[in-house]
């Protein structure tokens, strides 16, 4: 059915019809194709059978009706797989139908029988006479023995049952398979399926999927000076673009309307639509019966009800595995040397479906943003390292003139210390805390509002482009386990009633009558019943229990980590050598970020598989509920587990810490940290940076290529062990399904957004204290494209096609975050560096107008006589001599002062100047960003234009085509009567036996 010339069944309602031109097929030949047909389209049908007639039409050739055949390529820049010489596994036997989907299912073999030689099957006659009197092509050999083996398992007997009914129920539904066991996977079996065009024809549509026809209208073009900047720019990134066809500009575009096998469609179902149809059949095709004891027993529980489709025998083990074949790599995708280039799209949507195209798309687009937001940020660090030697207040930190004592960072242990023993640090600190990041926090929030709206144009542009301007998502299949839950909770029901009913007298015919009426209506015990809120309330509490407890853990390692700090600090105190002592801050700074980098990479993957098993114990009746609650406690565990050591640095240490004399203690021993002179934002830039990058390098990537390949390995050995006793199954040819067995299954698009999105919060909400981050998440997601379409083609086994229009919960959280780091920056600004203490001294206590003297107004003043007993220095002289007074950093009055140690009036004047700047700045940027949402347009002007012509087009067509069957209608009646009256001449009487060849009376030929 897919070369030559093409016969397809077209049904066509309407009685006592007769049609000038249709040649109608002979009357027993008619009606046994009839009988079949209506039974095999039964289930597709609105209207029961017997309220319409059918008429079965012999089409000559779908050419004629504008029809092409299912593409063999996509473009010239695909290529075969070097990664395997098996194409002949990409194909049937007879190397003509192409392999559309394959399921996997283990059997036992025997040692004694070899597989027979396996034949092709077609489904042209009926479909379920074959099930009954025929076994599938290929299921002699191990059947055979598994029935004169007694002792075969009664699991495997009904796996096997329940495989030949499904089977079978494919075969009605039109699809073709065929069985290959003799492969060099011991114990594997593999099912081929086809799809015929008048399938694929019948399920596009069944679906509604919109699809381009004959009819062609121009695309509007710029004009003038808009029309010579394209230009310009089209030959500027002319080297950048891929090599495909798909990728030039199109000036007409294809008028686009749900498929109908009336219309004049043109373009072909290419790879990701066919595999939708194909899947779709799959998963609405249903298995009734079960079978234990090789029929001596009807097992009446669970395993005996009707659920739908593959995902149900995916869950029960009646197949291990079902999946696509890969048939193609793309060369100017899938690879390292195009790094450059963009991506081509529309390729991955053709091969990969819309969801996964959407994914690329975005991750495309937030690649593209990122590019102005790194030369800014680079700029911003630039302007720091070009003015830090014009910086006042680090100057006077590194003057050792100043003679500026500082009281001891720990009790006993440590000792008095000079502040310009902490010059580096300050001069570090104004690499990341100048003016210019306050400019660059503004930027970054009007970045990613107008990143948001770029994407939701490009996002339209592309619905516009893949024909999804009028695509609804229709209510998904249940899946399996909510099924399982739901008949669980029927039958229990209905055992209670029962058990109530059971002192009232019952006939034993009506019992078994019962009983098999319940056990072949389990699909209507579901649909009776569906799952509360009761059902799901212990799911739910131990949901809330789960993700408290989790936070918890999050928050107790923090503190361990805080511990460790502090101890380390004091311990390292004690250091003999000058050397030691003076790297104290930075070495506990570097441990306790690398030791909160392994645990955050930990507990990433120990998180995620918790969020799978919470969402799984809920139950979601739908794949999509699934995957949204999924999403929102995964994101929320990451979220809190990559971020809770930077709010902790950011805005809690430093803050908690007491005065010298009175210093706040953590179990009675544990004095709290605090920041260096300079602030905690270069212990916040730090922190940030190798958190950053460790997870991109380890997790992402690392982690990426590694665990796939080292699973695939694993799976490898494995399966070599167990062919390695058969010396003739190590000598087959591998086939394309069986290296794509070897494959690790698709697990979703979920694991590919958190990245980007944790690391889209790495970007934005912290970018005040690191002005660089886009930069290396630039760096990254530039490998990480390729990284992630090497892994999908070669790496993972083909993902089912779905169709979708936007990225879904992914696009709220996007903004989300965004609104989050407006709020965060502004606290950063104000709280974690010194840029308001900084302008509060300019204006308000400066004499000269210059910040000279602002870091002596910063500390204040401690007499060591005050010590509380024990927490002296054990050491006072280490600086050779006797100190009287030391300073440290707060607002506080000095010993000399009435109200000695008492928080000062210049710690209110800063709070309150720091807290209006949170308020003016968050309101600033929100008004701001909620401008530049408001001033671009969702959708792009020409793309609502185009629509809208679109629109018009095709109600001319619509108006046009009922037209020209109106007047073909009544032609045909009149030529309908004419013919009948010659008719009645030639033959007056008829007997009612007669009266079913009528119509070869009425033979006509018509041009579709």
């Not at 542009?461 to 009028?470: A, P, V």
């Not at 997870?695 to 665990?707: D, H, R, S, V, Y």
């Not at 109600?955 to 032609?971: A, D, N, P, S």
Request: hydrophobic share 40%.
């Amino acid at each position: 059915s897919t070369t030559g010339r093409t016969n397809l069944f077209v049904f066509l309602l309407g009685t006592n019809s007769a049609f000038h031109g249709v040649e109608f097929l002979p009357e027993d030949l008619g009606e046994g194709l009839n009988k079949t047909a209506m039974r095999v389209n039964e289930k597709y049908s609105s209207l029961p059978a017997e309220e319409k007639g059918i008429h079965i039409i012999n089409i000559r050739a779908i050419e004629d009706i504008g029809y092409i055949q299912r593409e063999s390529t996509l473009l010239n820049s695909l290529c075969q797989d070097p990664d395997a010489n098996c194409k002949h596994g990409l194909y049937f036997r007879d190397g003509k139908r192409k392999v559309d989907y394959i399921l996997v299912y283990h059997y036992k073999k025997s040692s004694v029988s070899k597989t027979l030689t396996r034949r092709i099957y077609h489904n042209d006659s009926s479909a379920r006479s074959i099930k009954q009197d025929h076994q599938l092509p290929g299921t002699g050999g191990h059947l055979d023995v598994g029935e004169s083996e007694t002792h075969m398992d009664y699991h495997e007997d009904d796996k096997r049952f329940r495989r030949e009914e499904y089977e079978g129920n494919l075969m009605e539904a039109g699809l073709e398979l065929e069985r290959d066991e003799d492969t060099k996977i011991h114990g594997v079996g593999f099912v081929k399926i086809h799809a015929p065009w008048n399938v694929l024809c019948r399920e596009a549509e069944f679906l509604k999927l919109k699809m381009p026809t004959k009819k062609v209208y121009q695309i509007n073009q710029a004009h003038g000076l808009l029309k010579k900047i394209n230009s310009v720019i089209q030959k500027i990134t002319e080297p950048i673009q891929p090599k495909v066809a798909e990728h030039k500009p199109e000036t007409v575009k294809r008028l686009s309307y749900p498929f109908s096998r009336e219309k004049q469609h043109f373009n072909v179902f290419f790879s990701s639509i066919l595999l939708i149809q194909v899947y779709e059949i799959l998963k609405r095709t249903t298995c009734t019966k079960a079978k234990y004891s090789m029929g001596k027993e009807l097992y009446v529980g669970l395993s005996s009800t009707s659920f739908s489709g593959i995902t149900s025998l995916l869950a029960n083990g009646v197949y291990s595995a079902a999946y696509p074949l890969h048939d193609l790599l793309c060369e100017e995708w899938a690879s390292y040397g195009v790094f450059y280039k963009y991506q081509p799209i529309d390729l991955v949507r053709k091969y990969f479906g819309e969801k996964i195209g959407l994914y690329f798309a975005w991750l495309g687009v937030y690649t593209q943003m990122l590019i102005p937001a790194s030369i800014v940020g680079v700029i911003v660090f630039l302007y720091g390292c070009a003015t830090v030697d014009e910086n006042i207040p680090s100057m006077e930190m590194c003057d050792e003139r100043n003679n500026i004592t500082m009281c001891p960072l720990c009790d006993n242990t440590c000792s008095y210390w000079k502040m310009s023993s902490s010059c580096a640090t300050a001069r570090a600190s104004h690499l990341f805390d100048n003016p210019a990041t306050v400019f660059f926090s503004v930027f970054m929030a009007l970045w990613a509002a107008t990143f948001m709206e770029h994407w939701k144009r490009k996002q339209m542009r592309l619905n516009y482009r893949w024909d999804l301007t009028g695509f609804e998502e229709e209510e998904a299949h249940p899946r399996a386990e909510y099924e399982a839950k739901v008949l669980e909770k029927s039958l229990r029901k209905e055992y209670i009633h029962k058990k109530k009913r059971r002192h009232l007298p019952e006939e034993t015919g009506n019992k078994w009558r019962q009983r098999v009426k319940r056990v072949m209506a389990g699909v209507k015990l579901t649909d009776k019943e569906k799952l509360t809120w009761k059902d799901r309330f212990p799911a739910y509490f131990t949901n809330f229990v789960g993700i408290i407890f989790m936070i918890g853990l999050t928050f107790a390692i923090v503190f361990g980590v805080i511990i460790y700090r502090i101890s380390t600090a004091a311990a390292l105190a004690l250091s003999s050598t000058p050397s030691g002592r003076s790297s104290v801050r930075v070495t506990v700074t570097a441990t306790a970020v690398i030791i909160n980098l392994v645990v955050i990479i930990i507990l990433d993957e120990v998180y995620g598989c918790i969020a799978r098993w919470l969402t799984q114990i809920e139950v979601p009746k739908t794949d999509k509920n699934f995957e949204e609650r999924l999403i929102f406690k995964a994101f929320l565990l990451k979220f809190v587990n990559a971020y809770t050591p930077i709010f902790y640095v950011a805005f809690f240490k430093g803050r908690f810490v007491g005065r010298p004399g009175d210093y706040v203690y953590i179990f009675h021993s544990f004095r709290m940290e605090e920041c260096a002179p300079g602030g905690c934002l270069m212990e916040l830039c730090i922190q940030l940076s190798i958190i950053m990058l460790g997870k991109q390098l380890i997790q992402n990537n690392l982690f990426e290529i590694g665990i796939p390949k080292m699973k695939k390995l694993i799976r490898y050995i494995k399966l070599k062990r167990q062919r390695s006793l058969d010396h003739e199954e190590h000598m087959k040819k591998k086939q394309r399904y069986e290296v794509d067995y070897n494959l690790e299954p698709f697990a979703g698009l979920t694991p590919e957004y958190m990245e980007m999105i944790i690391q889209f919060g790495f970007v934005t909400l912290f970018v005040a204290s690191f002005p660089l981050a886009p930069l290396f998440a630039l760096l990254n997601n530039i490998i990480e494209i390729r990284l992630d379409a090497k892994k999908f083609v070669t790496e993972l086994r083909r993902p089912v096609a779905v169709r979708a229009k936007d990225i879904g919960i992914w696009y709220n959280i996007l903004r989300g975050v965004g609104k989050l780091a407006v709020i965060i920056n502004a606290f950063v600004i104000s709280f974690t560096s010194d840029f308001i203490p900084r302008l509060v001294y300019l204006y308000m206590y400066s004499e000269n107008g210059t910040m000279h003297g602002f870091v002596n107004h910063t500390l204040s003043s401690f007499n060591v006589s005050d010590f509380q007993g024990g927490t002296a220095p054990n050491d006072p002289m280490e600086l050779g001599y006797e100190v009287q007074i030391c300073r440290y950093k707060d607002y506080r009055e000095p010993p000399w002062s009435e109200n000695k140690y008492e928080i000062s009036k210049d710690f209110w004047a800063v709070l309150a100047a720091r807290l209006a700047f949170v308020i003016v700045f968050q309101n600033l940027v929100m008004f701001m960003s909620d401008f530049v949402d408001w001033i671009i347009p969702d959708i792009p002007k020409d793309i609502s234009q185009q629509i809208h012509k679109e629109k018009v087009l095709m109600v001319e067509v619509f108006m046009k085509e009922e037209q020209g069957k109106l007047q073909m209608l009544e032609t045909w009646k009149d030529k309908d009567m004419k013919k009948g009256e010659n008719c009645n001449n030639h033959s007056p009487k008829l007997s009612r036996s007669q009266s079913g060849s009528m119509s070869s009376c009425h033979s006509y030929h018509i041009d579709v």
